[in-house]
């Protein structure tokens, strides 16, 4: 069993006044210690016969607490529900190490490591290449790195980066000294390595075998010169590979395995694998069908220009590639089930790009590009790169991502090593001055994350950087970007999803994970989700273009194909009570009827009102009885009568704009820049933003009504809000057909997304720079106004709970307080108050306690007599909530607003560090500020109607003339006084104690109650007189017998 000291002993232990010893940790086995761990252990053993023994809960919470003598009973048992998962009653010792055993594994999966690398020294390796190095790859299953050389010279490295041998590898169709290998891939699923020729030959060599480097397979008559290699395996499933190669003639060429772990090619029927004998085969054999374990791909897209990189990403399902010409610079060949044709799309790019590289979690390629810059590309956008990184001064040759850290590597001509942030496109690191001082080499980059090794080749030189590990721990929620988050109210739970296909459930009072399912649209990502009325049916939408009905054990009902067989990017799903609406992707609503979900897979129904939108719809929302909203991403509102599906209005920020003609080249661009947009989870593209005549800038990402207001079509205020390109928020009356209030809620941002709580009091807003506001709107926009307001809402808290963009908000009503839930690509989902307290992430090791936290008083807003100062005053009003409550708002500008960790606030509960001996400190430090507040400056922070009177000290008056009634009561009262004492007979003694009737219950209690209780001592009557029966006749038996 390992160690439990590593996991008890880093705790700080205090003992209070009153000698109860409280720690950092917040349950008791984190303040446990190995002697302790000993007593617990001697407790299980029994004294008679030396062996392990059982104890129930009872035992075990007092035989702990006095042997251990610090807690409370509570705590152990708590402990001993955690341990007793089966819920048989009894724990014995074996249970309880294994419970901290899982503790402690879950721990050590929790570690990240920080974001910004660090480097040790550059090391240059022994020098034992004499031609130029090629290739360095790493070898899992021996742990060893091997380098190639031009000459077929083999490096073999240990993980220590010592040379463990060399050996040379040759071929006999050529002579040695005409030898130039190109390039090496390692077939990990089969432990092979594959090396290409100049020769246009591929050889195979099994490592497996007793003969040092033995050449299994010899694939010869290749149409060129392969001078790029790349091998992909299916890790659920060894016999599924692919080994791509391009070469000289500007053909891209893969062979699809389909047995590799049987045998990569057919072997003559008196042969096995086991035989150290080559297989010679020939290019013609595998392009005629011959081989029936393999089949071939290929295309011819870079006309005679040499095929630079070639790669296939499973996560695509394409095959990328490059070549340094303006026309086709990069092919993405994309695989077609049951189809041996390829579909591809292309990137043109000026002077060409000498490599790039595909980050699967970012959705991004990335290009070294000869005019010095570094692309970024959405691979389903080809018109234009979704952002540019410059200030490489020379032609950038290899980029390569980071892929734990979101970042970019890159390595120019004039020997500078970039290190790019991805999300804000900018460059976070310079090595210069350190490699070696050659003028012309050819250069070769690999990094291999999990060492952080970074190996560089400047010809036949091998040197390496080592990125020094991070001591700084990142708590997060999801392995993969997250992309959506919802409540369910019914069982207080919170559900995730990311793009890795995972869906986690949480619990929102503790933060403990209570379930995952993984792979729910197989390698797709989930793009959005919802919850149906009931809240007990869970849809989820994947970029595969399916929406799946799940229940809540994970069982899919239904398979809903919205895409129509097409890989579409969904980005809302609006349930109702008669459709599923589904919207993303195209400029009409896909609409799926109730009726017809009588079966697994369903097809879309036609949405009767047709094509509104001139661009694609990227969000919906429903206000009961019959009003649809749909926004697109050129700012365009359409209002919808839900029953016939007819739009009945337009909204548009802009009323004098002129429709857009539907041509053909903007029906195209529409999915385009949609999908842009979506990847914008993950990577910040400003390019699209910048121009102000560009659509972008109206998209409207987010839609909510405002059901909480009543009677708003009376008043004339608005009962729409909308969020989406450069921050703003607008406010809409759909009844007027107008635009009632806009403001920018985050300066700077291309685009942002926002929640509603569901009294409608607030907004929350995100960005992508992980920020979140709250903005109170219960009384803003509640009247109507011919002008548009263009004041902001009051800004109640303004925070950062990620280091990257927020992809979704949620709010969720836990008692009297509300909480923020706010995902974010950072892999991680963080609770939140209102103010912008911390209380949690999900996935962190403690879990927390909602209870403990208190709950956020609400500001009084209806302190005016006349409602309109609210909205035509904002200013005003922000200034009274200033003197209101000057901690909070220190300027009268809301865009300042920035929430101090320094300031005392009443409603503020920041706990320190979670910690017990933390909340005990704070605990008593409030009640003393609360006191002291309320002695010496209790007008400051008094919150409530009569907040703003102002309250002074009484004055001292002189002595007050009491009226004559007062001082002479016996001249208005005397005579009133006797008559009633006159008439007043006390009946005697015996006149009470004489009952005129005995006492009655009916007279006392509810005659429902009288009758409920006589029921109640019937049936009991009739039990025992039954049970008293089968007594009787189960004691007969034996004595008939």
């Not at 160690?3 to 000698?19: I, K, L, M, R």
């Not at 009726?595 to 661009?615: A, D, R």
Request: glycine share 6%; hydrophobic share 35%.
């Amino acid at each position: 069993m390992s160690n439990p000291g590593a996991y008890v002993t880093s705790t700080h232990s205090e003992v209070d006044s009153e000698g109860v010893r409280h720690t950092g940790g917040d349950t008791i086995e984190n303040r446990l210690t190995i002697k302790e761990f000993a007593e617990i252990q001697n407790l299980f053993k029994s004294p008679a016969l030396n062996q392990p023994e059982c104890m129930n809960r009872e035992e075990f919470m007092d035989r702990t607490y006095t042997a251990l003598g610090h807690g409370n009973k509570e705590e152990y048992g708590e402990l001993f529900d955690k341990i007793d998962v089966s819920r048989e009653g009894f724990i014995d010792w074996d249970k309880l190490t294994s419970f901290m055993l899982l503790e402690l594994y879950e721990k050590d999966e929790r570690v990240k490591s920080s974001v910004i690398p660090e480097w040790k020294d550059i090391r240059c390796l022994p020098l034992i290449h004499k031609e130029n190095i090629q290739k360095v790859v790493y070898l899992k299953g021996s742990c060893r790195y091997v380098t190639l050389s031009k000459d077929g010279l083999l490096g073999v490295w240990g993980e220590n980066l010592k040379l463990q041998r060399s050996l040379r590898i040759s071929t006999d169709t050529v002579k040695l000294k005409d030898l130039w290998a190109t390039s090496l891939v390692f077939l990990a699923n089969v432990n092979k390595i594959a090396v290409a020729f100049t020769s246009k030959e591929i050889c195979f060599y099994d490592l497996n075998s007793k003969q040092d480097m033995f050449c299994q397979y010899k694939l010869q008559g290749l149409q060129g010169a392969p001078i790029c290699m790349d091998y992909w395996h299916n890790p659920d499933d060894g016999n599924e590979a692919v080994l791509t190669f391009g070469d000289v003639t500007g053909q891209v060429q893969a062979i699809c395995f389909t047995t590799a772990m049987i045998s990569l090619f057919e072997r003559p029927a008196n042969s096995t694998e086991d035989q150290q004998t080559t297989l010679y085969i020939t290019w013609s054999e595998l392009v005629s069908g011959y081989h029936k374990c393999c089949y071939i791909l290929k295309h011819k897209l870079h006309d005679n220009h040499w095929v630079r990189q070639v790669s296939y990403n499973s996560h695509l399902e394409a095959f990328l590639s490059c070549s340094t010409s303006d026309n086709n610079t990069v092919i993405l060949a994309w695989r077609e089930k049951g189809k041996t044709l390829l579909k591809t799309t292309s990137l043109n790019i000026a002077n060409g790009i000498n490599g790039f590289d595909y980050h699967s979690g970012l959705n991004i390629i990335a290009t070294a590009g000869i005019d010095h810059k570094v692309c970024l590309w959405n691979p389903y956008v080809v018109s234009k790169p979704t952002g540019v990184l410059q200030g490489n001064m020379a032609s950038v040759i290899s980029v390569k991502f980071f892929d734990s850290r979101k970042q970019l590597c890159s390595f120019s001509k004039d020997k500078v090593l970039r290190i790019w942030d991805v999300h804000h496109q900018v460059c976070i690191q310079r090595i210069a001055g350190i490699f070696p001082k050659t003028l012309d080499f050819q250069f070769t980059l690999y990094f291999y994350e999990p060492h952080g090794h970074l190996f560089v080749s400047f010809n036949n030189q091998l040197a390496v950087m080592e990125m020094k590990k991070e001591s700084s721990k990142k708590v997060t929620s999801h392995k993969k970007p997250i992309t959506c988050v919802l409540y369910n109210s019914t069982f207080k739970q919170v559900i995730s999803s990311d793009t890795g296909s995972t869906v986690t459930f949480w619990m929102i009072d503790t933060g403990q994970k209570i379930k995952q399912f993984s792979g729910c649209h197989g390698n797709a990502e989930i793009s959005t989700m919802a919850l149906n009325a009931s809240e007990t049916r869970l849809l989820t939408g994947s970029t595969d273009g399916t929406v799946k009905v799940w229940d809540l054990n994970g069982h899919c009902h239904h398979k809903l194909n919205a895409g129509r067989d097409q890989a579409v990017e969904i980005s809302q799903i609006l349930v109702l009570k008669r459709t599923i609406l589904v919207v993303g992707w195209e400029r009409i609503i896909t609409v799926f009827r109730m009726n017809t979900l009588n079966q697994y897979l369903v097809q879309p129904s036609e949405w009767k009102g047709g094509m509104q939108h001139q661009e694609d719809i990227l969000c919906a929302a429903f206000l009961p009885p019959q009003s649809l909203v749909t926004g697109s991403y050129d700012g365009e509102i359409v209002v919808w009568n839900n029953n016939t599906e007819n739009a009945s209005r337009k909204l548009h920020p802009d009323p004098g704009r002129a429709p857009r003609s539907k041509s053909d080249s903007q029906i195209q661009s529409a999915g385009k820049r949609l999908l842009s947009l979506s990847s914008g989870r993950h990577t910040r593209s400003m390019s699209n933003f910048n121009d102000t005549d560009s659509d972008s800038n109206n998209t409207v990402t987010r839609l909510f009504f405002l059901e909480a207001r009543k009677n708003i079509s009376a008043t004339g205020g608005a009962n729409l809000v909308s969020c989406g390109g450069l921050g703003c928020v607008r406010f809409w009356n759909i009844f007027r057909n107008q635009l009632m209030a806009e403001f920018v809620a985050h300066e700077g941002a291309s685009f942002i997304i926002m929640t509603i709580d569901k009294t409608n009091r607030y907004t929350i807003t995100g960005d992508h720079d992980g920020w979140v506001k709250v903005w109170d709107i219960q009384e803003y926009c509640i009247d109507y106004s011919e002008t548009n307001c263009t004041e902001p809402a009051p800004l109640v808290a303004s925070f950062q709970p990620h280091s990257d963009c927020i992809t979704h908000l949620e709010t969720c009503a836990h008692s009297t307080c509300l909480l923020v839930i706010s995902a974010s690509a950072d892999c991680s989902i963080c609770v939140s108050d209102i103010c912008g307290t911390a209380i949690g992430i999900f996935g962190q090791e403690e879990h927390w306690r909602i209870e403990s936290y208190l709950p956020v008083p609400v500001m009084d807003n209806t302190i005016f007599e006349n409602p309109e100062e609210n909205v035509t005053g904002t200013k005003d009003l922000q200034a009274d909530i200033s003197d209101l409550h000057p901690s909070l708002y220190p300027d009268t500008q809301p865009t300042d607003l920035i929430m101090e960790d320094g300031e005392d606030l009443l409603f503020k509960v920041s706990p320190w560090e979670n910690t017990i001996l933390g909340r005990k400190y704070k605990e008593n430090g409030t009640k003393e500020k609360l006191h002291s507040n309320f002695r010496d400056d209790l007008t400051q922070n008094s919150i409530g109607t009569f907040s703003l009177l102002n309250i002074g000290p009484l004055k001292d008056i002189g002595e007050v003339k009491k009226p004559d009634f007062v001082v002479n009561p016996d001249k208005y009262f005397g005579e009133k006084t006797e008559e009633k004492s006159r008439a007043l007979i006390l009946p005697t003694h015996s006149q009470t104690v004489a009952l005129k009737a005995v006492f009655d219950e009916g007279s006392l209690f509810p005659r429902e109650i009288l009758e409920r209780e006589q029921t109640a001592k019937q049936l009991k009557e009739k039990m025992h007189h039954e049970s008293k029966i089968k007594r009787t006749n189960r004691t007969a038996r034996p004595k008939e017998k």
